[in-house]
């Protein structure tokens, strides 16, 4: 046998542990921060209530101490401003799929994004989603704190 008589078929891909993206089906990887960052705004979006886009980075930066699936979440603090490319990432995620719109520095949830629950079920196992559930409760709590009454924050 020479290499000319050698053909290969089908090569398998270099990293088995991903399977190829299918709606509906299991991912076999870890979840990457901006999934999870979807999952934490868009579960504490409520309907017509605003999320300025800076106090989802600023509120987001103060929970990652008291969050472990916040862990892996990187800043970029400049004075008082707070940022982050993951959390950007995941807002333009949410905005290209129709989950959220954003106007005047805002975000608002649409219509059909208590859909985005099917969306996680694909790539997270149930326990990721009760955990990143909680934590959106808890950052839509700080979110309603924090936008009706923003001089009682520190």
Same mark, same amino acid.
């Given at each position: 046998m020479t290499i000319s008589d050698v053909r290969i078929e089908k090569a398998e891909p270099l990293s088995r542990g991903f399977r190829e993206e299918t709606p509906g089906a299991m991912m076999n990887r870890p979840p990457r921060m901006k999934e999870i960052i979807s999952g934490i705004i868009l579960l504490a979006a409520r309907g017509k209530e605003p999320m300025p886009t800076a106090k989802v980075h600023s509120i987001l930066h103060a929970m990652k101490s008291h969050e472990?699936? !916040? /862990?892996? !979440? #990187?800043? /970029? !603090?400049?004075?008082?401003?707070?940022?982050? #490319?993951?959390?950007?990432?995941?807002? $333009? $995620? !949410?905005t290209d799929g129709g989950f959220l719109k954003i106007v005047a520095g805002s975000a608002f949830a649409v219509e059909h994004a208590s859909g985005f629950g099917n969306y996680l079920s694909g790539f997270l196992t149930n326990s990721q989603i009760q955990v990143v559930h909680s934590a959106s409760l808890r950052f839509h709590e700080r979110m309603r704190r924090d936008v009706k009454d923003p001089h009682d924050r520190p």
């Open positions: 472990s699936i !916040l /862990s892996g !979440l #990187r800043f /970029s !603090l400049t004075g008082a401003v707070c940022y982050s #490319r993951d959390i950007d990432q995941a807002i $333009h $995620h !949410l």
